[in-house]
């Protein structure tokens, strides 16, 4: 690691003491567009080392020798400043002075960080550890436990952006050119709230010596470090996608390839720039910024945030968050917002019109549209979602349900927001509802009647053929007599145009 090829072992941890005198005469290529950060990140005198950055870019988290001793360092960017850095305390008292810390990786959605130690509690020889954030707050360390580490050396984790997937490195039983124990890269789904049945990625990622993966924001990008033939000297940066259930032929990243390792990089979700460190002129390490060909960028994506919040208190909620291709019907990912502040990200890529749905046991779901087929450049849109209890009266608007145009025909875009219902009913055996449906004011009074009326008995026909008894279902048309919105804009007329659900019996 850094300047010298190190032991993939349980004595990973005295890498740190051997980096900084190994290999001191050999030169340092610097890419001319990289930017050195600079201080206060950087110092002259000690060393900056393994950045990760937030999916927004405005955080960053890196190590630093500053204090005598290996530590966890935050900074926050603000108006394109970088704050002074904090020792990550809550974290750093855990550690013994023989201990090892280091490859901080944060989640997509901010909310845990990831780490590599051998503090007490460790399992193996070397651990992967998280931190999680609470009300902005970070937690004392826990243990990723025996699902994933085993006996000997476990590290540096990277978790994709829906949170289902760890890629991590796991010593092997090969050795480098240089005799050195290598690792290999592993992969493990969540399950609950354990990741589980790790598994070695297949080749052509694994050749026999890898480490340091990172998945990038749109789940399929993988950046890592590999001593393989072909290379520029030790470990050298590489791309690999996975496709379908195997992966690509990995690419050299030639742009910032050296003959000393290649370790360690941090991409935000922009997919523009990526963080890595470099050895200065006083033998150091500085953290630096560079832009990323593109080339190498990940797909483009789009971060969808918020809050989901109880209708009824206004107050953050916790919920499960469901996101679908609604033109396949495929479910792409389910996750979990944060149970205390409510919040919520989801990176979606662009090119695909997707499902998203918020639910929690015993209230309402909300279901909104992304519609990215078109989508050209990376945004942020925030949408706060409301759910209300399940109670007699209660109603709330069906979001994805679509009919043909001036029709009362379903279109294959509704199976998804039809089938919550039909979940919903099962669930609540007992419950009996009204499908309302109403119209704009576009066209007669009797007209609008007769559609909406036709839709609520679609919908109704919908439920029932797939298990709902048809007596517990209502269908009643309003026509344009209950507008949600005055019918004096196209937004507005949209807004009137929509289906309801309300309970009649619970």
């Avoid at 530590?71 to 394109?80: A, D, E, H, K, P």
């Avoid at 490859?103 to 909310?111: A, H, K, R």
């Avoid at 026999?208 to 000297?233: H, N, W």
């Avoid at 099962?426 to 576009?442: F, L, Y």
Wanted: hydrophobic share 35%.
């Amino acid at each position: 690691m850094k300047n010298t090829i190190v032991y993939c072992s349980a004595l990973f941890f005295l890498f740190v003491s051997i980096c900084v005198s190994a290999q001191e005469n050999v030169p340092t290529l610097i890419h001319p567009s990289l930017k050195n950060l600079g201080v206060p990140i950087n110092t002259p005198e000690f060393s900056e080392f393994a950045p990760t950055i937030s999916a927004d870019g405005a955080t960053l988290i890196f190590e630093s020798d500053k204090s005598g001793r290996w530590r966890l360092y935050i900074s926050t960017q603000v108006n394109g400043k970088w704050s002074t850095p904090k020792d990550m305390d809550v974290i750093n008292n855990r550690l013994l002075p023989e201990d090892f810390i280091g490859g901080p990786c944060f989640s997509y959605d901010g909310n845990r960080l990831y780490f590599t130690s051998n503090m007490k509690g460790t399992v193996g020889g070397m651990d992967m550890w998280y931190s999680e954030k609470i009300n902005e707050q970070w937690q004392a360390p826990k243990n990723m436990g025996r699902t994933v580490n085993t006996a000997g050396y476990d590290g540096f984790p990277s978790v994709s952006p829906d949170n289902k997937t760890l890629y991590f490195m796991r010593a092997g039983n090969q050795t480098s050119p240089t005799g050195q124990r290598c690792c290999i890269l592993m992969s493990a789904e969540k399950r609950g709230n354990y990741f589980i049945n790790p598994k070695t990625l297949p080749p052509p990622v694994n050749s026999g010596c890898e480490g340091y993966p990172r998945i990038m924001a749109d789940g399929v990008t993988l950046i890592f470090s590999s001593f393989r033939a072909g290379g520029k000297g030790g470990y050298d940066l590489y791309q690999s996608k996975k496709v379908g259930r195997g992966w690509s032929k990995p690419i050299p990243m030639e742009f910032i390839n050296t003959p000393k390792d290649d370790e360690l990089i941090s991409v935000p979700a922009t997919g523009e720039v990526i963080y890595l460190s470099n050895t200065n002129k006083n033998n150091k390490d500085d953290i630096y910024m560079l832009p990323l060909p593109k080339e190498f960028q990940p797909q483009e994506v789009v971060l969808v945030e918020g809050i989901v919040k109880n209708e009824a208190t206004n107050k953050p909620m916790p919920a499960t968050i469901q996101i679908s291709n609604i033109k396949t019907k495929e479910k792409i990912a389910t996750t979990e917002n944060d149970s205390i502040t409510g919040k919520y990200n989801l990176y979606l890529q662009k090119g695909k019109k997707y499902d998203v749905s918020v639910s929690s046991k015993g209230y309402s779901f909300q279901s909104e549209v992304y519609d990215l087929e078109k989508a050209v450049a990376y945004q942020t849109i925030k949408k706060d979602m409301v759910l209300e209890p399940l109670k007699l009266n209660v109603s709330f608007r069906l979001n994805n349900l679509f009919f043909q145009f001036d029709s009362a025909s379903l279109t294959k875009e509704s199976e998804l927001e039809l089938d919550r219902v039909t979940e919903m009913m099962k669930t609540n055996a007992s419950m009996q509802v009204e499908i309302a449906a109403h119209t704009d004011d576009v066209g007669s009074d009797a007209y609008n009647l007769k559609l909406s009326q036709l839709r609520a008995e679609s919908v109704v026909k919908y439920l029932t053929l797939h298990g709902i008894v048809a007596s517990r279902l209502v269908a009643k048309g309003y026509g344009e007599s209950v507008p949600s919105a005055a019918n004096d804009t196209e937004e507005n007329r949209a807004k009137n145009r929509r289906v309801e659900f309300k309970i009649l019996k619970l």
